[in-house]
């Protein structure tokens, strides 16, 4: 239609077209994606008009308290991508357990995985929040159970990955390894078109992202590379910006755009068990894919994020992650560099 700019469905098709070998059952997982994260939108958009907001009371496998749009939102995916008839299973942050397809659907060869509603504590107050996906392909097409095995994989074995943005306006970024691709909902006529082709994070940042109030419970190291963003010293030459959302997807989203570098390192609030609290499947590996396809790197202060075998559904990991100099020196002082 004239004016109105690519679709992501007819995108989807270009691509589709341009892989000989392609079937058309990843354009209909996205296509089926792209239409609950829809239902979300709708769902989010209302959120200060509706009886919607607050704490339902019960608290998921992560020992959090559920809010009900993360509940609606899980429950969106799950249904719908149950029926997609492309998907073997799912694994969402709120379900302790891989989620089977029932078998009075039809099944496919691809795992979801995804975060739901990423940055839930920023529901209440009108601020971007985001929903994380990450798409494999099965280790063995044809077996007749989903074992635990086909989700604890390395993310550099992601077919794609991306996430949907819940902001000033509604975007899906995504990459199947083909360059990072950035669409904007036009809500007028219900499609996403493509706002932000071939997305490249600049190789330096001049932002960092990091919740500074933990400063008591990391190690030195990890306080030294802080302390090398804030200062008039670094490659930069000045201090660097700080911008904490505390919704990752928002974070992540302005860094790939802008250059900067997001830190959620591993700290002592429980003194037995230093750790990071991003979750590696259902929200590093994915942004790690995102952000390398992008230019960008990612790491857990020692090992690149895509190569980390996943040891639990849930495992957490610390992350830094964002433009490739920054990361690197991060990386690097967290080595004693
Ligand atoms: P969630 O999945 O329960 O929403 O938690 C993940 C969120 C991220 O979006 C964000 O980067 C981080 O938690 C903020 O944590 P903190 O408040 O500890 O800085
Ligand atoms: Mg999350």
Redesign the pocket.
């Known amino acids: 239609m004239e004016g109105i700019g690519i679709t992501v469905t007819e995108h989807l098709l270009m691509h589709q077209k341009a892989s000989p070998a392609a079937t058309g059952r990843f354009t209909s997982l996205l296509t089926e994606l792209i239409f609950s994260a829809k239902i979300i939108a709708r769902e989010v958009q209302k959120a200060g008009l509706v009886d919607i907001l607050g704490l339902t009371g019960e608290v998921n496998v992560?020992g959090?308290q559920v809010r009900k749009l993360d509940e609606f939102a899980n429950r969106v995916l799950i249904y719908r991508m149950q029926r997609a008839g492309v998907l073997c299973a799912m694994a969402s942050?709120e379900n302790a357990d891989i989620i089977e397809i029932p078998d009075r659907y039809p099944g496919g060869d691809y795992i979801l995985v995804f975060?739901p509603l990423?940055?839930?504590?920023n529901i209440d107050v009108n601020v971007s929040i985001g929903t994380i996906f990450s798409i494999y392909r099965r280790k063995e097409s044809g077996r007749a159970y989903v074992a635990l095995d086909d989700f604890l994989r390395k993310g550099s074995e992601q077919v794609a990955a991306g996430y949907f943005l819940y902001g000033t306006s509604v975007m899906l970024v995504y990459t199947t390894g083909d360059g990072v691709h950035g669409f904007t909902l036009d809500p007028s006529v219900g499609e996403f078109l493509l706002s932000h082709p071939n997305i490249r994070i600049p190789e330096r940042g001049k932002t960092y992202s990091v919740?500074e109030a933990y400063t008591p419970y990391w190690d030195e190291r990890t306080r030294a590379v802080v302390d090398y963003f804030k200062s008039p010293d670094n490659d930069l030459g000045k201090p660097y910006t700080a911008r904490y959302v505390?919704?990752?997807?928002a974070?992540f989203h302005r860094n790939l755009l802008n250059g900067g570098i997001f830190m959620?390192p591993a700290d002592r609030r429980d003194p037995a068990k230093p750790r990071g609290?991003?979750r590696l499947l259902c929200?590093a590996a994915p942004l790690a894919f995102v952000v390398e396809h992008a230019g960008g790197a990612a790491t857990d202060g020692r090992t690149r994020i895509l190569d980390i075998q996943a040891a639990a559904l849930h495992e957490r990991v610390p992350l830094f992650i964002g433009s490739r100099a920054d990361v690197e020196r991060a990386t690097a002082l967290l080595q004693g560099g």
């Open positions: 992560q959090e942050e975060d990423d940055g839930s504590s919740n505390g919704s990752l997807v974070d959620y609290k991003l929200e």
